[in-house]
């Protein structure tokens, strides 16, 4: 039996995003991480096992931009771009 392995993927909806952006992973990642485009961290969450795929950021006190959400997978770290309009 071949042992195949599931890649590791976050995405980000809606994306562009106003008031909460939702982000699914396909497998457990311990910790998401949001940060602006000067780097400031804007959120950290670390994820429980049970928590589930789908997490909820509350967004609406943030001002429009980009920002970069940042999943840390077993096998490194994943960056997807997301914009607030």
């Known amino acids: 039996m071949e042992n195949t392995q ?23 990642a311990p910790l998401i991480e949001i940060f602006d485009a000067t780097g400031r961290q804007m959120e950290i969450r670390k994820i429980n096992e049970d928590e589930g795929s789908l997490i909820r950021f509350e967004t609406k006190n943030w001002p429009a931009g980009i920002y970069f959400v940042r999943t840390r997978f077993g096998s490194g770290p994943a960056t997807t771009k997301l914009v607030l309009e």
């Open 6 to 28: 599931i890649p590791a993927r976050a995405t980000i909806f809606p994306n562009p995003a106003d008031q909460f952006v939702h982000v699914t992973i396909s497998i457990y």
